[in-house]
């Protein structure tokens, strides 16, 4: 999965969805595996938090390097771990305390004034089918089935929006999906199912989003 971009000497990154560790090897041990190829610039993160694989990468300028974006990678969990309440996971509160206390940091670092940010994780959030089903709703791209998201809001878009600087979200996990919306300020995205013939994909082509950062 990760030759072409390795071939090609691309940086990447890698964080988890729902199904990853489900045959036989936990996230630690496929972070360990993860991290050591070419190019990965995936990390485990803060062991105490939870999940793995919640770190920040910072975009810097190419002639000053100095700091110019970030974009924030999270581990959005897997399957509910609460008995008949949904299917799907949510982000823990001390997920959104740091990123609350990662967000402040940076802003600090910037004279007060937020970085533009993006934020990168798999399953969506609770804003996603409230911004879609709004009277004023205005997606573009593909949506055909509802969104998976964990029943629980424990506020991470709240405060994103906030702190100010997450200017898009994009997540993954439901395969016919791959559109992109406004939000009360942020853009709410899926990227496109891009796997093999599995389970279930309606929407034609496999592919991807490209992000342009200018």
Not at 41 to 55: A, P
Not at 57 to 72: F, N, P, S
């Amino acid at each position: 999965m990760f030759a072409p971009v390795i071939e090609r000497k691309i940086p990447w990154a890698y964080i988890f969805g729902n199904h990853d560790d489900e045959f036989g090897k936990s996230r630690k041990d496929i972070m360990d595996y993860v991290v050591q190829k070419p190019y990965c610039l995936s990390v485990h993160g803060d062991e105490n938090l939870t999940g793995v694989g919640n770190f920040i990468l910072e975009v810097k300028d190419e002639k000053e390097k100095k700091t110019k974006a970030l974009l924030y990678l999270m581990d959005s969990g897997a399957y509910t771990p609460i008995k008949k309440l949904g299917h799907y996971n949510w982000f823990a509160f001390d997920q959104v305390e740091w990123y609350r206390a990662q967000s402040a940091a940076y802003t600090k670092e910037n004279k007060g004034k937020p970085y533009p940010a993006l934020a990168f994780f798999h399953i969506p959030l609770a804003e996603y089918p409230l911004m879609t089903t709004a009277k004023d709703a205005k997606i573009i791209g593909e949506k055909r089935e509802d969104e998976c998201n964990g029943k629980l809001n424990t506020g991470m878009f709240t405060a994103m929006r906030e702190a100010g600087d997450v200017m898009g979200t994009f997540v993954g996990h439901d395969h016919d999906n791959d559109y992109i919306g406004a939000y009360y300020g942020i853009y709410l995205a899926y990227g496109r199912y891009s796997g093999g013939k599995t389970v279930y994909n309606n929407l034609g082509n496999n592919g991807c989003r490209i992000i342009e950062l200018k």
